[in-house]
């Protein structure tokens, strides 16, 4: 019996597949389709073994729907777009384009070498014109219909690196690369008017058209978007304020707990608000104070984790319902993004409130009592109450819990003028404006005389400027000698580009149908991209939740508005897979070590080279820059392609985290090894038969049984990503081969490991061609039909019921599936070990559960 060699055996099988297109697709709309898409990888160097197992899951439904007759599209592009290529270039002076296109084809080559059914024919990269050239026509069109626009925004600006930071790349209030502390300002920039479509991105999450994605993602998205109904009113100026010019009319704000008024004590505004600004002109303490607090971040995080200061204005307000006076401050919590710029505290019901309350000796009225709080004794100390309870201390709402005061205190406010009942959303609309060069170029033109003008669709695509200085920060299309200089479409006259290129969300919320559909002349076909989309089944980390899933939502919904597509949820099924993690391992310097160069001896452990020692560090997710990450291809040549996967795929749920260990790869080396050890031991009477004439006797019931089983098992477990379940089938079939070898006869051995063969290929694909082939099977295993279960070999003839006396296990009969329960009954107390426990004691009742267990009680 030869030994199972990986290292011939992967490649002259991928070489095979490779030669004759077999996972090549074609659009035949007659076939019924399924679309089997990865969140695809951004080129960042070399894929480590967390990757392998986001596309073996992937590859797994891929193989296996291509094996039941569906027309499977399962492609592969590349994300390639973005600053980790830029900050290359200013660390190695290499050009963004070699360095992502050497990325590429490192990981394409490491990819392929996992055996992924991949149709490479579809490959592109997000950095090609061919693609981006499309992007700027579909940029076009949404700017025209209204989808896109510009104007001045606050923003997350590096003064280091000259740049806006997305509120992600601002940690601890500095740029996540240079360092230095983020200031706030305001910049032109474009924006998608993604809150157009919030109530339907919304409504579809519960609507039944996202059925097919977790619920936890679902309600992320839903607290993202953050629909809240409340209260937009306005505080007026106490008579004799000396408001500001144009901004008499008072204060506006929204707040989600009108009940909470008589709760007030102060009104805060935010440091951009047009009120601070008009003051700080005359007072150099609150310009100060204004430039101190856009050192901040614009995300919610940085506003949160800030300390809660304020300056007070000469300004005060009217309480609406009584004759309270309401100091007016300039606040750092409050967001000029976020509702109106303008908020009233209410301290003993908000944190954020009573932490400014406390800091500036406000008062802290409470108004909601808590159940079974004595009204007389409640207070508040260091901790707001948020919870429910009745409304007091607030006159005409006293005695009403808190949904009911919020809609009287609308009601009241709409009575007096002040105000109305709305709906806010957190969502804001998507900027998109980044200042950098590795992106694609926003297609639009600034003329002195003509205003901003489209790039006619005639020039496109507009693509980048081969060289660009990387020396200096900041965005290097500002600085170029021609590229950004231009005549106006319009009128003629010298202008200039945009010099700000798109958000890479943009590049990835769109790929999807591009893989569906890729004619020269337009983004898409809509006839083809109507058979492919939806994609069928999407897989990626849960990081991804929120942002990229929402904007792929929307811009669908952009592209089905402007003709484009007629779905307008871009994915039907999401599954969202767990992380590999691994060990951590420092040196005695401090620097991060490869797992690949320490070595562990009785829990010590140490550096290969030189043999220091390392200090074990905790179980992280794989990361690059933690350098905790195993190579596929040293796996691959140590135990090949297949183990990794089978490992990847078996340790635990799909959903769930899994460590990587060396152990679990050697023992899917094995079972790999008993798979091929079985087969090829029944490989040669195997060829001798003709499976499409059975030929079977009693004795080889037990193991068509099993075999049958296997199949019904591992089909349901991979139709619900039960993989882990799925494999835990094989090993338990290989069990059943080996104990009905003797038994069975050549017909019932041959279709096991025909079935055996077909049940591994979305698993262990190569391992599963050799098996195949050794065994006879015609053409690839990969385009063999899928195995069906015959359901009347499922069913047992006999079964294995447990009995208990009086509620312990005292034994076991078997009785027939179909037993009725007298029978069973009879059986049971006939039984000779049952009887032992019952001989003297008087049976008061026998319970049967059919199928399950029989319970005699008896004293």
């Known amino acids: 019996m030869s030994r199972y060699n990986p290292k011939e055996v992967e490649p002259k099988w991928q070489q095979a597949w490779s030669e004759a297109k077999a996972f090549e697709t074609k659009d035949d709309s007659a076939q019924k389709k399924y679309f089997v898409l990865e969140m695809f990888p951004y080129p960042s160097g070399r894929i480590h073994i967390g990757h392998v197992r986001n596309y073996a899951m ?35 002076g290499s050009h963004p384009a070699k360095w992502t296109r050497s990325n590429i084809e490192i990981m394409r080559d490491q990819l392929k070498q996992m055996g992924l059914s991949i149709d490479w024919s579809r490959e592109f990269a997000t950095c090609d014109p061919e693609y981006y050239v499309h992007q700027q026509r579909m940029f076009l069109d949404f700017w025209k219909r209204g989808f896109a626009y510009r104007k001045e925004s606050m923003v997350n600006w590096d003064p280091v690196d000259q740049t806006v930071l997305a509120n992600e790349q601002v940690i601890d209030g500095k740029g996540w690369r240079s360092g230095a502390p983020v200031e706030r300002r305001t910049l032109s920039q474009w924006f998608f008017k993604i809150t157009d479509e919030a109530d339907d991105l919304l409504a579809a999450l519960d609507d039944g058209r996202l059925a097919g994605w977790p619920e936890n993602v679902r309600t992320m998205q839903k607290n993202w978007i953050g629909r809240s109904k409340g209260l937009e009113m306005k505080f007026r100026f106490v008579d004799g304020t000396n408001a500001p010019t144009g901004q008499k009319d008072g204060i506006e704000v929204f707040t989600t707990r009108p009940d909470t008024l008589y709760g007030a004590s102060f009104v805060a505004i935010s440091p951009d608000h047009p009120i601070a600004a008009a003051l700080a002109q005359n007072d150099s303490g609150l310009a100060g104070f204004i430039a101190e607090c856009q050192k901040t971040g614009t995300s919610e995080e940085a506003i949160e984790k800030a300390e809660k ?19 007016v401050y300039v606040a750092n919590f409050v967001l000029m993004g976020y509702g109106t710029g303008a908020v ?37 100390e260091n901790e707001s ?18 949904k009911e005061a919020i809609a009287k205190a609308i009601a009241k406010i709409e009575e007096m003028g002040l105000g109305k009942g709305t709906t806010q959303y957190r969502l804001r609309d998507w900027g998109v404006s980044r200042q950098r060069y590795w992106g694609c170029p926003i297609p639009a033109i600034h003329c002195e005389k003509c205003g901003i003008v489209p790039v006619p669709e005639k020039d496109l695509p507009v693509i980048l400027p081969e060289e660009a200085d990387f020396s200096v920060p900041g965005n290097p299309l500002d600085r170029h000698p021609t590229w950004k200089h231009v005549d106006c479409p319009e009128c003629g006259a010298k202008a200039r580009r945009e010099t700000d290129t798109c958000d890479t969300f943009v590049d990835s919320s769109w790929y999807f149908a591009r893989f569906a559909s890729q004619p020269e002349s337009k983004p898409v076909d809509p006839k083809i ?67 690949e160069d320490v070595i562990i001896e009785k829990g010590t452990a140490r550096r290969l080279d030189d043999g220091s020692s390392v200090k074990i560090g905790p179980i992280e997710k794989m990361s690059k820059s933690k350098k905790n990450v195993v190579s596929p ?79 019904a098992g591992i089909t349901d477990d991979i139709e619900h990503f039960r993989f882990n379940k799925a494999i835990a089938r094989v090993y338990e079939f290989l069990n059943a081969l080996k104990k009905a070898d003797k038994g069975a006869g050549d017909w019932a051995k041959a279709e096991a490991l025909s079935a055996l063969a077909r049940l591994i290929s979305p698993f262990i694909p190569h391992l599963a061609e050799e098996c195949w082939a050794v065994l006879g099977g015609k053409g690839l295993v990969c385009d063999a039909p899928w195995p069906i279960a015959d ?59 059919p199928g399950r267990i029989v319970n005699i009680v008896a004293n």
């Open 529 to 595: 991209a109507d058979y492919w989309l939806p994609v069928d089944q999407y897989i990626g980390g849960i990081e991804h939740a929120i942002l990229h899933l929402l904007y792929a939502r929307y811009f669908t919904r952009m592209m089905k508005q402007s003709g484009y597509l007629t779905v307008d949820e871009p994915f039907a099924n999401l599954f969202t897979q767990g992380m590999v993690v691994h060990e951590t391992y420092r040196d005695e310097k401090g620097n991060w070590v490869l797992p």
């Open 58 to 92: 992937g590859d797994v439904i891929a193989r296996y729907k291509k094996a039941c007759g569906f027309n499977v599209l399962h492609p592969m592009g590349w994300d390639a777009f973005g600053m980790p290529a830029e900050n290359a270039a200013m660390q190695t």
């Open 791 to 849: 359901r009347e070999l499922l069913a047992k003839d006999e079964l294995m019921i447990g009995v208990q006396v009086n509620g312990k296990r005292r034994g076991e009969i078997a009785v027939a599936a179909d037993a009725d329960k007298d029978t069973v009954e009879q059986v049971a107390l006939s039984d000779e070990t049952i009887k032992r426990h019952i001989d003297g004691l008087t049976i008061r009742k026998v319970v049967v559960v």
């Open 385 to 402: 109450y948020v919870g429910p309870g009745a409304i007091y201390n607030s006159d005409f709402l006293n005695g009403l819990d808190t």
């Open 344 to 380: 009233f505290g209410c301290p003993a019901h908000d944190q954020r409130d009573l932490d400014f309350a406390r800091k500036y000796d406000l008062p802290v009225p409470p108004v909601v009592l808590p159940q079974d709080a004595d009204p007389t004794t409640f207070t508040i």
């Open 309 to 327: 200061r304020g300056y007070k204005l000469p300004l005060e307000m009217a309480h609406p319902f009584d004759d309270r006076k309401l100091p």
């Open 633 to 711: 291809e040293a796996i691959a040549a140590q135990y090949g392609a297949d183990a990794a996967r089978w490992f990847m795929l078996s340790d635990s749920p799909p959903e769930r985290d899994v460590e990587w260990t060396d152990s679990g790869v050697e023992g899917a080396w094995r079972l790999i090894n008993r798979v091929w050890d079985t087969v090829s031991a029944g490989a040669s009477a195997a060829q001798n038969v003709d499976l499409s004439k059975p030929n079977v006797t009693d004795a080889d019931k037990p193991l068509r049984q099993a075999t049958h089983s296997a199949i």
